[in-house]
């Protein structure tokens, strides 16, 4: 009966309570991100490839980068720490592979905090030949 009792006012108008945590997520989720500041800019894919193989198209391979952060700290990230990776040393010969493109983590992102990278393409697609054919 003592049990009753205490889960009694807990479950008397879950609905509201529910409802009432969800608005005060969102409101503090709105919070958080409003005053963050944005940095964009492009960055190159390094793709991995196994010995003897090359890429023949696309030649210039180039995501869209968005750095989103507190003010001015976003600033401080070096563009050069920026590395997005396609790793195809796994392939076993010249096709056509799609692969996840892979943000490289850097020490100097654990230091920003709230920080947010985020970057377009997610997956790419690449035409791998033999060397000796990539080069006439």
């Known amino acids: 009966?003592?049990?009753?009792?205490?889960?009694?006012?807990l479950v008397n108008n879950w609905q509201a309570k529910v409802l009432s945590l969800a608005?005060?997520?969102?409101?503090?989720?709105?919070?958080?991100t409003s005053g963050?500041?944005?940095?964009?800019?492009?960055?190159?894919?390094?793709?991995?490839?196994?010995?003897?193989l090359a890429v023949q198209q696309p030649l210039n391979l180039e995501a869209e980068?968005?750095?989103?952060?507190?003010g001015e700290q976003i600033f401080t990230i070096p563009e050069d720490?920026?590395?997005?990776?396609?790793?195809?040393?796994?392939?076993?010969?010249?096709?056509?592979?799609t692969a996840p493109?892979?943000?490289?983590?850097?020490?100097?992102?654990?230091l920003i905090d709230p920080l947010e990278i985020t970057y377009m393409p997610r997956r790419i697609t690449v035409e791998l030949v033999d060397k000796e054919r990539s080069n006439p």
């Open 101 to 110: 493109v892979r943000l490289k983590d850097v020490y100097i992102f654990h």
């Open 81 to 97: 720490q920026i590395i997005l990776e396609v790793d195809l040393r796994g392939v076993s010969g010249p096709g056509s592979y």
């Open 36 to 52: 963050l500041s944005q940095r964009e800019l492009n960055r190159e894919i390094i793709v991995a490839l196994p010995e003897g």
């Open 23 to 32: 608005a005060a997520l969102l409101i503090f989720l709105i919070a958080q």
């Open 65 to 70: 980068v968005t750095i989103k952060g507190p």
């Open 1 to 9: 009966m003592k049990l009753n009792n205490l889960i009694q006012p």
